[in-house]
């Protein structure tokens, strides 16, 4: 896969800056486009990071990504996977700035403190130091909390359609049906599941276990029904995958007889949740 950097604005690329990186492929993509990730070399990890899909499409990925290392970068054995399969990426290289102006001058000795001038005692300044700290790190996480929810929310937006979460989800647990690969089969029905919870609650839920999300549910449902079911749900296809990965299931066993009760307590998921719906509207 050949990958290049889209419309650079003109003073240039600088650290944590959003950009287009648009890829094309000369053999089909069958990648997952929910669980895209970028595998990197260790010494490039903070080069490259994908941000967001655009989009995907049989030949051609776009995707809105950001470096965080200023420089000329350079990256060699880069790899595209959605965890299941993977494609390399040919060698890509671009430029990165530094925040910092270059031309700010250096910061002045500081002359040293007269008598007269240490009348604060030191505890002040550690003080001041770790309240300064603190505050920076709470801008940070509000700005990552910020970027992320802006984020699902566009995906989100992505993934809507005029048919019902239930619906949609029920329609894409058909289509996971059809996939003869249980890796690739048990990953569609996990997503339909993700994907009808995360349409219902407004929550990001695509990459928390069911204990995780269960606690996220009933902050804002105390009357949830289905904790039985979601926590078993995810159990199970955590179980079942494990599985896969170890070579301790093979394909036909998987097919016939594992994934089709997967299949049912997704339903089973699906109509608790629903009824219990129901009966706090009064129906």
């Known amino acids: 896969m050949k990958c290049e950097l889209g419309a650079i604005p003109a003073e240039g690329l600088t650290v944590g800056t959003e950009f287009e990186l648009n890829c094309q492929s000369s053999e089909p993509l069958t990648l997952n486009a929910q669980a895209l990730r970028l595998e990197l070399p260790k010494a490039e990890k903070f080069s490259l990071r994908i941000l967001e899909t655009r989009s995907l499409t ?12 200023a420089g000329q970068i350079a990256i060699d054995g880069a790899t595209l996977t959605d965890g299941t399969s993977a494609v390399p990426i040919e060698k890509l290289t671009f430029e990165v700035q530094s925040v910092l102006d270059p031309n700010e001058q250096p910061p002045q000795a500081v002359p040293p403190f007269s008598a007269e001038s240490m009348w604060w ?12 700290i603190l505050v920076g790190v709470l801008v940070a996480l509000l ?25 949609q989800m029920n329609k894409a647990l058909r289509y996971a049906g059809r996939e003869r690969d249980p890796e690739k089969q048990l990953a569609a029905i996990d997503s339909a599941v993700r994907e009808y919870l ?4 407004v929550q990001d839920f695509r990459k928390l276990d069911g204990a ?20 078993s749900f ?38 608790r949740i629903e009824a219990g719906r129901k009966k706090g509207r009064g129906q």
């Open 121 to 132: 005692p030191a505890w002040f300044f550690v003080l001041v130091a770790s309240a300064v």
């Open 198 to 201: 995360c349409k219902l609650y």
């Open 143 to 167: 700005y990552r909390r910020t970027k992320r929810a802006k984020a699902f929310q566009l995906w989100l937006e992505s993934v809507t359609t005029p048919m019902s979460p239930f619906d």
């Open 234 to 271: 995810f159990e199970e296809t955590g179980r079942v995958r494990e599985l896969l990965s170890a070579k301790k299931l093979d394909a036909t066993e998987a097919l016939n007889r594992v994934l089709p009760p997967i299949h049912e307590l997704a339903h089973e998921l699906a109509n």
């Open 58 to 69: 049989e030949h051609e990925a776009k995707f809105i990504a950001a470096s965080y290392k």
């Open 212 to 231: 995780a999300m269960l606690g996220r549910i009933r902050k804002s449902d105390r009357k949830f029904l289905a904790a039985k079911e979601l926590v």
